[in-house]
């Protein structure tokens, strides 16, 4: 038993596994769930995952997307989190809901609670806001530039990734979907482009942007406000300088090593070396206003700063570099309080683009409770396009070719296997069948047709795409979506190969996992010494047409009734046992576990009775060319071995194959060939010892 624990627990490690590899979008019913009436899920918008929102009256509301397929940003763990969106037309979050993620705080430490009630911070938020993980200045928010969200103690690390793929995600459908705008490639610094510049010079070129501010005029941007007459220092001197800001862009190496010094250079570009795809930006402040206030913390998100480009938000966070200037700037920036702050490139940051770095003047009214005022501070920044490189935006591959590499391992490894598999039934046949390890040997290949093609590769074919083809050649239309699936296409053409060669017990026998999982209960019941029911000959001949009355029905719900036609479906067992490892809800998981339980008392009974795409692979197998097991004169008159032996009952009274029923196990080759067990063999070798009076002496199989 403890065995058997053992090797489901390390399958539904595989399953997550190639889940985690893949990470394709969610399909429209897993999906469903997660949007609230009255709104509802439209038609999708692209092959990334994003869908349209319905309002209840059955118009575009916003946008439904995934984080993963956009912003694979890495948890903690390693592995991505995926994060489900909710967007209006406004650019304002509806919603925000996990849908799965591997960060070990909250998998085996905080339980899931902490980490969904994060993401309900969301709702209301616009993305215009610049939404950060952290704590506001002083006892109230509304004098922040910063729109803050409480994050979660001990998680933080985890929670900011999060917060971060859900910017950069949203932000990508708002600038594609919302704005029109595309989202190419970012610009970053060209390593190979080197010029030497002085301070001087990259004050002159405009490289560097400075922004003063004097008390006058802050008095005048509070004028008529609550605020207007709290800021004694600047009623006492009104020509002071309030802020004096000076912004420069130390991406390219060039501007850097003009404004840091040479260690200060050094420590920058190890930084780079680990954080790619980061852009550095040093701000520097030699007047009284200064960068931050009393309750900043590094490597955090600036309380007094904030930044956007085109209307959207960029997201800053110090970097924790401690800044070294070059000697040759001036002495008052030696003084001042200097910040080199972090932007993500992928958030669609680009620095050649004017820019506007967004500074926050406060005020205080009141001194227990001070109600807090602002003024937003512009300062826009931009970096000339000759430091920096973009890669060309590559055109987007079909998305079946996409699917195609990233399953060339699976491919190859299914390949392999497939091309094996056809010679051993093929030109090996009559060695394999005749071979004394022919059980264990059909045991193994349907075992790795199980872990491999089942639960790894999820290759179990299944009545839906026979349906999905009958569909499209009746209505028109286009049969593309056949290759979204390359795996599963290339056990369907080897089917088909099969077809011709052999009729369904290729697949049905040899490639099916749930057919194997059936095969596996039976000799598990051999070995428990179960019972086993004996339909007789004539029942067996009228339950062989059940599948195709339930594949008649299938059929005609796709025309009639096809909104009900995935629940028709699940006559099948195969997404139950196979697709989803038996996690599903218990009255599916009952009834493929009843399936397996059936096949330990009356053989791979689904597979003979039900099976509607059984009943498919039988009629494929009416294009079958030849009659590839041999019969002799003497089978089915007075020979019966093989009729009784045979547990499909493919076999018939005159001996004569009924290949529409026949599952490819060997069994009748592996006793016409064997002159110790064929009936006829036996006769006639006692015949010729008789007739030369060597009765020691055997005859060789004809």
Excluded at 66 to 92: H, K, Q, W, Y
Excluded at 206 to 220: F, P
Aim: glycine share 8%; proline share 6%; charged share 20%.
């Amino acid at each position: 038993m403890m065995g058997l624990r053992s090797f489901s627990a390390f399958l539904g490690c595989l399953i997550l596994c190639a889940w985690t590899v893949q990470a394709d979008p969610l399909d429209r019913a897993a999906l469903e769930p997660f949007i609230t009436p009255p709104m509802s899920l439209g038609a999708p918008v692209n092959d990334q995952g994003v869908w349209q929102l319905l309002n209840s009256g059955g118009a575009e509301a916003g946008y439904v997307f995934e984080t993963e397929p956009m912003a694979p940003l890495p948890g903690f763990s390693g592995a991505s989190i995926n994060m489900l969106v909710v967007l209006d037309l406004d650019g304002r979050f509806l919603d925000v809901k996990l849908i799965s993620h591997n960060e070990p705080i909250f998998v085996s430490g905080l339980g899931q609670a902490p980490f969904h009630k994060f993401f309900e911070q969301y709702r209301g938020h616009s993305i215009s806001d610049s939404l950060v993980v952290g704590t506001p200045y002083g006892d109230g928010a509304e004098g922040s530039a910063l729109v803050y969200l409480d994050g979660v103690t001990k998680a933080t690390a985890s929670v900011r990734i999060a917060h971060e793929s859900v910017l950069a995600a949203t932000l990508k459908v708002a600038r594609e979907k919302m704005s029109g705008v595309s989202t190419g490639p970012p610009a970053f610094p060209n390593p190979e482009y080197t010029e030497d510049l002085t301070w001087d010079q990259i004050v002159e070129t405009g490289l560097v942007t400075r922004k003063q501010v004097l008390n006058h005029e802050m008095d005048a941007a509070f004028a008529d406000t609550l605020w207007e007459s709290d800021d004694p220092e600047a009623t006492e001197d009104p020509d002071g300088t309030y802020l004096d800001l000076w912004v420069v862009d130390l991406g390219p190496p060039a501007i850097a090593k003009a404004v840091l010094s040479p260690d200060g250079f050094a420590e920058l570009q190890e930084f780079m070396t680990i954080a790619t795809s980061d852009e550095p930006i040093l701000v520097i402040e030699t007047a009284r206003h200064g960068l931050v206030t009393e309750d900043f913390i590094r490597n955090t998100a600036p309380d007094l700063i904030s930044a956007e480009q085109g209307g959207f938000p960029i997201a800053l966070r110090d970097a924790d570099i401690y800044v070294e200037l070059n000697d040759a700037l001036p002495e008052a920036l030696h003084d001042g309080a200097a910040l080199i702050l972090r932007t993500d490139r992928r958030l669609g940051f680009d620095p050649t683009a004017e820019w506007t770095l967004q500074v926050k003047a406060l005020r205080e009214h009141g001194v227990f409770q001070p109600e807090i005022g602002s003024v937003t501070l512009g300062v826009p920044h931009a970096t000339d396009a000759r430091f920096f490189t973009r890669p060309e935006a590559i055109k987007p591959v079909p998305p079946w070719l996409e699917a195609l590499r990233n399953r060339a391992t699976d491919l190859t490894v299914l390949g392999v296997f497939l091309v094996g598999l056809l010679v051993l039934l093929g030109p090996g046949q009559t060695r394999l069948a005749g071979h004394r390890f022919l059980t264990p040997i059909r045991l193994g290949v349907l075992a790795f047709v199980t872990v491999f093609i089942g639960w790894w590769g999820q290759g179990q074919l299944s009545i839906v795409t026979p349906l999905g083809v009958l569909r499209t050649a009746v209505e028109g239309g286009s049969f593309a979506f056949l290759l979204y699936d390359p795996f599963s296409l290339m056990i369907w053409a080897v089917t088909l190969l099969g077809f011709v060669l052999w009729g369904r017990g290729l697949f049905c026998g040899w490639l099916c996992p749930f057919g194997a999982l059936q095969e596996f209960a039976h000799h598990i019941a051999k070995l428990l010494r179960i019972p086993q029911v004996e339909v007789s000959a004539l029942w067996d001949s009228r339950l062989k047409w059940v599948k195709y009355a339930v594949l008649a029905g299938l059929a005609a719900v796709l025309f009639t009734a096809p909104a009900h036609l995935d629940k028709a479906v699940e006559v099948e067992p195969f997404k139950t046992a196979i697709t989803t490892f038996f996690i599903r809800e218990w009255y599916y998981v009952a009834y493929a576990v009843g399936l397996l339980l059936l096949s330990m008392v009356l053989f791979k009974g689904f597979c003979r009775y039900v099976c509607p795409l059984g009943a498919v692979m039988a009629i494929g197998g009416l294009v079958r060319r030849r009659e590839w097991i041999e019969r002799r004169v003497e089978c089915g008159s007075p020979c019966q071995l093989c009729k009784v032996k045979c547990k499909y009952g493919s076999i018939k009274h005159s001996g004569a194959v009924d290949y529409s029923e026949c599952f490819q196990c060997l069994d009748c080759v592996a006793i016409h060939d064997d002159p110790a067990r064929c009936v006829p063999l036996i006769v006639g070798a006692k015949r010729g010892r008789a007739l030369h009076g060597h009765p020691n002496v055997g005859v060789p199989a004809a």
